[in-house]
């Protein structure tokens, strides 16, 4: 399928028939993200429907579910709380402000309803902890939709750097910075009260697929320079660079960037968005574009070092579905990462096994990861969130 129709599909994808009984999930807070995370990934899923938004405000809610086609609306102060005291609802989308994630999510918990998070999952691996004890005791569904890594191309990534055909690792670089304008004044990410902050939002990417890909956790965090956001520059890092070791003498170095800066004359050149990640191991390079949106495109490349006599060699790769050794295939070139994500999400909470899942241990490391980078970096930690379960 050539890049157009591909992503033309993946926007607009077929409406499947539903089920007799589908899964039904509420959104809480009409976030910008909502639509491409859960809304047109549910369209071609069969066995989910979204049933519900709740916003703080009800002519924001309302607008939203005619925008979205929602049946259920949730508005005004209590909105949210009563979206999770409907019992009609099974599920919740939750995509507020990170500093919000963990009340929010303890309270869908507590009124029983399984719970897809947006990552970062809270502000601490404390709190990231107590959701998945909660979750657990509840025999519920909690997942931080961290979408990436439900796509077949990191898993291919991955599949290459396991098979041992380029050795032992050596190094691994990823960065995720995005285009100036895409966070502009007022947004939550700048917001340090909300839990904010460059490494919270984006730099979280490049930390959980290098995590991912060596399955392993940092063993010390070597170095972490921040760049301050002008606007609260002892609290919100618009950009962060860190350099850690993991086992084996591995090292890494993750860069994101809420805010790539224009170069050139006077500053006129604007940046394109950087997602990528670059593999070194003993006998060669594995690169990956676009990590984060291989929908979109990606390249894999395989570069294998010249031996002594020979010549270095070259491949790229594409994954858009996963193959399995018979040569079945799974899932669609046009399925976003959310797509994918939404399959593994339904499957847990229908009692199946999905290909990929993102475990509760895996999230609270990722968290104890993102507070020490804070840490080394000079930069308070996020806020606490004031509530508890009464
Ligand atoms: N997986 C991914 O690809 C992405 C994930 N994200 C994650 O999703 C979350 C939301 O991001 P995004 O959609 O960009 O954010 P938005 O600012 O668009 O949405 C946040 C929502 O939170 C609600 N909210 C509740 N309390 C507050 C408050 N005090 N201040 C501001 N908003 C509040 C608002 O809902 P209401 O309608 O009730 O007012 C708002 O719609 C973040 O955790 C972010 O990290 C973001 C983008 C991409
Ligand atoms: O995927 C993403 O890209 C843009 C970010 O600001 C967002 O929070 C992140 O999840």
Known sequence: ????????????????PKNASPLRIGIIGAARIAPDAIITPAMSHPDIVVAAIAARDMSRAQDFAKRHGIEKVFGGSNGYQQMLDDPTIDAIYNPLPN????????????????VLLEKPSSNHAEETRRMFELAEANNLILLEAFHYRFHPAIHRVKDIIDSGELGQVKHISAILGLVQGYVKDGDIRLDFDLGGGGMMDV???????IRY?????????ESSVPTPHPQNPAAIDRAIHAVLTFPESITADITGDLQLQPWGPFGLIPQLPKISLAVHLEGGDVTLSNFAVPTLWHTIQVITKAESGANAQTRSEIAFTFKDEDGKEHGEVWW???????????????GREPRTWISAEDSIAQMEAV??????????????????LA
């Open 1 to 16: 399928m050539d890049f157009i129709t591909r992503n033309l599909k993946a926007a607009r994808p077929p409406l499947v």
């Open 99 to 114: 500093g919000l994630h963990y009340e929010w999510t303890m309270r869908a918990l507590a009124a029983g309803k399984h």
């Open 203 to 209: 730099g979280v990417y490049p930390l959980s697929a």
């Open 213 to 221: 890909l060596l399955s392993a956790e940092p063993i010390s965090i």
């Open 336 to 350: 976003t990462t959310y797509r994918y994500q939404l399959e593994a999400f339904v499957d847990r909470v229908r």
């Open 371 to 388: 507070e020490r980078i804070y840490e080394k970096a000079n930069m308070p930690p996020r806020p606490w969130s004031s509530f508890s």
